[in-house]
């Protein structure tokens, strides 16, 4: 048999490209020079996860592709340092189809409420709320209905002040199971979302500093095992593992709740042996 005489089902052929584009992001410049389908097929693996720091390059994505496209195709973003208000905008009006979003620019505000409502199918959230509802002067927490975005929120990360009238916010949220409270520890805010959050599987303080001092395992004087402390000095890296499938702080402290749950288990179970 001719070996270059072989081919393979389009479906089939189609499948090894978007794997090995899969497996390696670098290979996926290469690989969109074989063939024009090829290219269809597998570059818009290079903008399902898109970090953004500076002002330029956000520039350059907007401009480098119709919105349909990145509308279609941008379902993970991270947006921090440097980004202009009327690029974030553009950013969110156009790439409406993220499941996963992380606002670290420094400059969170009520204006930003409207753009996230456009984002139906926002599952992953990390923001600083408290900043976003208007801060220590104009502090507002609207109407659930007015935050149609809430609905379908999984996992959030909570960043910066959390004030006791911020905390019914937690309350709004119907199909939150994972939360975070980045760089704070305040016991009556855990027990707090503890009892707001109904279906709340797991919930994580997270240090991201070197050096600081803080609460670490063990030293909480709450006994919930869904509570979990961890350390994430890389926390950008961190999110763009979790982006990519890949293991990050929500999937360590999934781990840790499975494993004191089985501590739990099996200390019971040893009591009635021993009864």
């Known amino acids: 048999m001719d070996v270059a005489a072989v081919t393979l089902p389009t479906e089939l052929e189609r499948i090894i490209f978007e ?37 330029e390059r956000a520039v350059r994505m907007l401009q480098s592709k119709p919105p349909e496209f990145l ?12 980004l202009e208000r009327v690029n974030v905008a553009q950013i969110l009006s156009t790439c409406t189809n993220i499941r996963n979003l992380a606002l670290w620019t420094g400059d969170t505000y009520p204006e930003l409420v409207p753009l996230l409502c456009k984002l139906t199918n926002l599952q992953r959230l990390s923001i600083d709320l408290f900043d976003l509802f208007g801060g220590e002067i104009q502090l507002r927490i609207p109407p659930w209905e007015e935050l149609p975005f809430f609905g379908h929120i999984t996992h959030l990360d909570v960043f910066g002040s959390i004030p006791p009238n911020l905390w019914p916010v937690f309350a709004m949220l119907p199909r939150l199971t994972h939360l975070c409270f980045s760089d704070t520890y305040l016991p009556d ?3 707090a979302a503890f009892g707001l959050c109904e279906r709340l599987e797991l919930l994580v303080v997270l240090w991201t500093y070197h050096g600081h001092s803080h609460v670490q395992e063990g030293q909480s004087e709450i006994t919930d095992p869904r509570l979990c402390i961890i350390s994430c000095a890389m926390i950008y890296e961190d999110w763009e593992l979790g982006a990519r499938g890949k293991a990050d ?14 501590r739990i288990t099996a ?9």
């Open 189 to 191: 805010l855990i027990r």
């Open 249 to 262: 702080f929500w999937q360590q402290g999934e781990e840790m709740v499975e494993m004191k749950r089985r």
């Open 19 to 55: 794997l090995a584009a899969w497996q390696s992001r670098e290979t996926i410049f290469t690989l969109i020079l074989v063939a024009k389908k090829v290219c269809a097929w597998i570059e818009p693996e290079l903008y399902r996860v898109l970090v953004f720091k500076l002002h």
């Open 71 to 82: 509308r279609q195709h941008v379902h993970h973003l991270a947006l921090f340092g440097t």
């Open 267 to 275: 200390f019971a179970e040893g009591s009635q042996i021993d009864d």
